[in-house]
């Protein structure tokens, strides 16, 4: 700290995709070429299906070409009607989903401490028509899952989890794709883990095996029948096959992330006005992202953010704005029935974050966030 700061020639972006090593890759492409089997449930395909059943702890896993044709996919499957209360604090994904499926979205406010589903606000927005709960462990922060599981239960409700920021996470030892009726985990380039583009929905019900197989295969059943509207959700063998070099090197890649994001909390933690997720003691993180709340701080979060900027690091305001005050929902939502989201979405700024981001950028980082400190 306190060293003089020069902009970067490069930018430093929010997150940087890691890769395995060229070779690696490219060996992994031989058998693709000597077979000339593509796409269509190849063999990468199946050896990375096992070996995400064997990583995730979780039994019933199908693959899809990316997170969110895989949520998509996943609530078709579980042939709901009516309102899905979800959280508005998200990437546009989570809603598109419910939206694309006929279902009716009811935005649920967050807790100011995590940014998932307050758990105390879903039952006054169950009404008759409700079918399910969809809450997002956002950046990676694992929902109230207890209290969630116990209201739907009660009113007879599904559970679809967004997990797309929890690949490989888990509370009290339990793989977090073991919650819920079903869960989405992302395998996007900008994710701790990724295949590129590619997704998972983990499920409770084996008996939803078939169907989540024949409905990303365009409901196709067999040579001759077509009994579902599908789609085409398939992951091709060149995911499978980066998605399988990459799983080597996981573990590695996130404890660099442990480091930077250690460094981060050294840093920023008891700073007056700006607040950090608390680290739950219940959850094995996979430290997918590093979101700083400006709340009362010197100045506000678009000041950091073009201050930063003017460095050439380039944080992002994951997630602004909330889904309720979107153009494509005009009309249809108020931001005001989410008040919280609503303030955490103008406060929040998610810091670069990446395996191979030096330690020193980080000090950078919070160097000249500092340097408004009054
Ligand atoms: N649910 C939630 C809660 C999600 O966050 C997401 C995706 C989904 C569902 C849907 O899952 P997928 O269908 O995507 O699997 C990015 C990602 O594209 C998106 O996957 C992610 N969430 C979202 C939070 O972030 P953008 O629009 O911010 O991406 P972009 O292109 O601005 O990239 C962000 C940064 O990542 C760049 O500044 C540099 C870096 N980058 C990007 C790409 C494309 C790389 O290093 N390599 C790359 O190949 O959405």
């Known amino acids: 700290m306190g060293m003089e700061i020069k902009r970067h020639e490069k930018p430093v972006l929010v997150t940087r995709s890691s890769l395995p090593p060229l070779d690696e890759y490219v060996e992994m492409l031989k058998p693709i070429w000597e077979s000339a089997w593509l796409t269509n449930m190849g063999s990468y395909h199946e050896e990375f299906k096992a070996q995400l059943a064997d990583y995730l702890k979780a039994d019933n896993l199908e693959l899809f070409v990316n997170g969110h044709m895989a949520l998509e996919i996943g609530i078709q499957a579980l042939k709901l009607?009516?309102?899905?209360?979800?959280?508005?604090f998200t990437f546009a994904s989570t809603t598109h989903a419910i939206v694309r499926n006929g279902l009716t979205?009811?935005?649920?406010?967050?807790?100011?401490?995590?940014?998932?589903?307050?758990?105390?606000?879903?039952?006054?927005?169950?009404?008759?028509?409700?079918?399910?709960?969809?809450?997002?462990?956002?950046?990676?922060?694992?929902?109230?899952?207890?209290?969630?599981?116990?209201?739907?239960?009660?009113h007879g409700l599904k559970v679809i989890y967004d997990a797309a920021h929890t690949f490989g996470e888990t509370f009290d030892g339990v793989g977090v794709a073991n919650f819920g009726d079903i869960s989405m985990f992302?395998?996007?380039?900008?994710?701790?883990?990724?295949s590129i583009e590619g997704g998972i929905i983990s499920f409770k019900d084996s008996e939803l095996k078939d169907l989540l197989y024949?409905?990303?295969?365009?409901?196709?059943?067999?040579?001759?029948?077509?009994?579902?509207?599908?789609?085409?959700?398939?992951?091709?063998?060149f995911q499978a096959a980066m998605g399988l070099c990459n799983l080597r090197h996981l573990d590695g890649e996130i404890a660099k992330r442990k480091?930077?994001?250690?460094?981060?909390?050294?840093?920023?933690?008891?700073?007056?006005?700006?607040?950090?997720?608390?680290?739950?003691?219940?959850?094995?993180?996979?430290?997918?992202?590093?979101?700083?709340?400006f709340d009362g701080y010197a100045v506000d979060r678009d000041t950091i953010f073009a201050e930063l900027a003017k460095y050439n690091i380039h944080a992002r305001k994951y997630f602004y704005p909330c889904v309720n005050s979107y153009e494509c929902y005009s009309g249809q939502f108020s931001e005001?029935?989410?008040?919280?989201a609503a303030k955490i979405s103008r406060q929040v700024l998610t810091l670069p974050l990446f395996a191979d981001l030096p330690v020193e950028t980080v000090d950078e980082i919070c160097d000249i966030i500092l340097s408004f400190q009054k």
């Open 81 to 88: 009607e009516g309102e899905v209360i979800t959280t508005p």
């Open 105 to 154: 979205p009811v935005f649920c406010d967050i807790n100011d401490k995590d940014y998932t589903m307050d758990a105390d606000k879903i039952e006054s927005l169950i009404t008759d028509k409700t079918c399910a709960i969809a809450p997002v462990h956002v950046y990676g922060n694992i929902c109230d899952v207890e209290k969630i599981r116990e209201i739907a239960d009660r």
């Open 186 to 194: 992302s395998l996007h380039a900008t994710k701790v883990f990724h």
């Open 214 to 237: 024949q409905l990303k295969n365009f409901g196709i059943t067999g040579y001759e029948s077509v009994e579902y509207v599908g789609s085409n959700g398939k992951m091709n063998e």
């Open 259 to 293: 480091v930077l994001v250690d460094r981060y909390r050294e840093h920023l933690s008891g700073v007056e006005g700006i607040r950090l997720c608390e680290e739950n003691p219940r959850v094995k993180s996979n430290y997918a992202y590093m979101p700083v709340v």
């Open 336 to 340: 005001e029935d989410t008040p919280v």
